[in-house]
């Protein structure tokens, strides 16, 4: 095959995997592409490929001529069911109604789900040992004046010593934190939330329940809500799924004051 | 006797179940209820929807694709999600309250329709230019957020418009496209 050929049918499959792509995306009518006409000209180049590349374009084009073949299927299937209707006929029937004619007939047909919410006793005496806890702006924003030091030179293990410097990088530590949570939930799922943070001091606990909410920041891990029987999961994900960024993020306070902490530790020695 | 309070008690759980939201989304899994309210639970929600049907309420079962033809497998309602709705239908005076004005109605009508006959996908573009017909061009843009934000409708990266959760959950779609056209329907394909 001259290398002017190739190159005409590889332009021609460029061609196809293009039309057929937009027609997948944008959601066009199927039945614009002639199946048996592809079908020709990816079977006349076929013999003469011989590249990885060449045979992997030929592949992608024959891929998304299936799928193309799979939305002319669905479409059949959909014009047979009940629901389909012309769509230019419909059109026409919304450009002529007015807007409460419009909204009259939405109204027969749309039954709205109920749904309540509601704060519990629970979670606002919560709320209020919060609210009593937390120290005024002023005060926590209140800046320490500066002292005049002499300057010296220190070294990283001087550092780490001074907890100023981890020893491995915070994410390394996450990361070996998320493994700790998959091994504790083990063949379940999820783990209750205060199983996985308590632990033997309060300080410890805490320090546990400072990477716990990165992982779940970080998309390591999920904590799923009970709020009825007032019980909080965590659950580690396989892979991480970041949505920083991405979503609009919910922030879930979780006290885990000295009392907290003492109760729990008191249930799981009873 | 015994029987009565068993299941007045479940009666009890199940309404707290599924009217307060207990996730991002409101309604309750159908593997969540077999949980909570035992594997009779199907049965519990038959005598609580008798209960709110004084109340013009009902228990709505979503499946998770299409209504299975004939009795659904215990499968697919663990995978059905089970939500309160109202029964009847909503005059225009009570949309007011629930903060709806007749515009953002009429928009949502004709977003949802016309993508229920694209086949449950159409470009945002199309629909924008379909309500843009009716509304000033600044409101279509909101609605079409508002929408999306509510559950309505989705949105793909290709800006491609799908019917989401919450009008598979709230509206009969047969009914609305029918009414649409002028005819009258009888089954639901909710």
Redesign the interface.
């Given at each position: 095959m001259s290398s002017k050929r190739k190159k005409r049918g590889s332009e021609h499959l460029q061609r196809v995997i293009e039309m057929c792509k937009s027609i997948e995306?944008?959601?066009l009518d199927p039945f614009n592409v002639d199946v048996d006409d592809i079908l020709a000209v990816i079977q006349k180049y076929f013999p003469e490929w011989e590249s990885l590349e060449e045979l992997c374009l030929d592949a992608e084009a024959i891929h998304h001529l299936a799928s193309i073949i799979k939305l002319q299927g669905?479409?059949v299937k959909?014009r047979s069911t009940?629901?389909?209707?012309?769509?230019f006929?419909?059109?026409e029937?919304?450009?002529t109604?007015s807007?409460?004619e419009?909204?009259?007939?939405?109204?027969?047909?749309?039954?709205?789900?109920?749904?309540?919410?509601?704060i519990s006793l629970h979670s606002l005496a919560e709320a209020t040992k919060y609210w009593q806890s937390l120290l005024p702006l002023s005060e926590r924003w209140l800046k320490t004046g500066s002292l005049e030091m002499e300057t010296g030179a220190t070294t990283r293990e001087e550092l780490v010593k001074l907890r100023i410097l981890a020893e491995k990088s915070f994410l390394e530590e996450l990361e070996v934190f998320w493994e700790e949570l998959k091994h504790r939930v083990g063949g379940e799922e999820k783990i209750l939330y205060w199983d996985f943070i308590g632990a033997d001091t309060h300080y410890e606990t805490i320090k546990k329940a400072y990477m716990a909410s990165f992982l779940v920041t970080y998309g390591y891990a999920t904590l799923e809500?009970?709020?009825?029987e007032e019980e909080i999961f965590i659950k580690p994900f396989e892979k991480s799924r970041s949505m920083l960024g991405k979503k609009q993020m919910v922030s879930i306070p979780v006290s885990i004051s000295f009392e907290e902490w003492t109760k729990w530790k008191g249930g799981k020695q009873n | 006797m015994k029987r009565k309070v068993y299941y007045t008690r479940k009666i009890k759980r199940a309404t707290?179940?599924l009217?307060?939201?207990?996730h991002r989304k409101?309604?309750v899994k159908g593997w969540e209820l077999r949980r909570k309210l035992g594997s009779d639970y199907s049965k519990v929600l038959k005598i609580l929807d008798g209960h709110l049907e004084k109340l013009d309420?009902?228990v709505?079962t979503v499946f998770e694709g299409e209504k299975p033809a004939g009795e659904p497998t215990l499968e697919q309602l663990d995978k059905a999600r089970f939500?309160?709705?109202?029964?009847g239908?909503?005059?225009?005076k009570e949309?007011k309250m629930?903060g709806w004005r007749?515009?953002d109605?009429?928009g949502?009508?004709?977003a949802i329709?016309?993508i229920?006959?694209?086949?449950g996908?159409?470009?945002r573009e199309e629909v924008e230019d379909?309500l843009r017909?009716?509304l000033p061009g600044w409101r279509v843009d909101i609605n079409m957020s508002r929408y999306i934000r509510s559950g309505y409708l989705a949105e793909d990266e290709?800006k491609?418009l799908y019917l989401d959760w919450?009008t598979r959950?709230?509206?009969?779609?047969?009914?609305?496209?029918a009414?649409?056209?002028?005819t009258e329907t009888e089954?639901s394909?909710s």
């Open positions: 995306e944008r959601g669905d479409w959909h009940s629901l389909y209707t012309d769509p006929l419909l059109e029937k919304i450009r109604l807007k409460e419009l909204a009259t007939i939405f109204l027969e047909a749309w039954y709205p789900v109920i749904e309540l919410e509601q809500l009970y709020p009825l | 707290h179940l009217f307060y939201r207990r409101p309604g309420l009902q709505k939500y309160i709705t109202l029964r239908g909503l005059t225009p949309t629930m007749i515009d109605i009429a949502l009508a004709t329709s016309y229920i006959t694209k086949k996908k159409a470009p379909l017909n009716k290709n491609q919450r959950a709230e509206i009969d779609q047969k009914a609305l496209v009414l649409l056209l002028g089954a394909i």
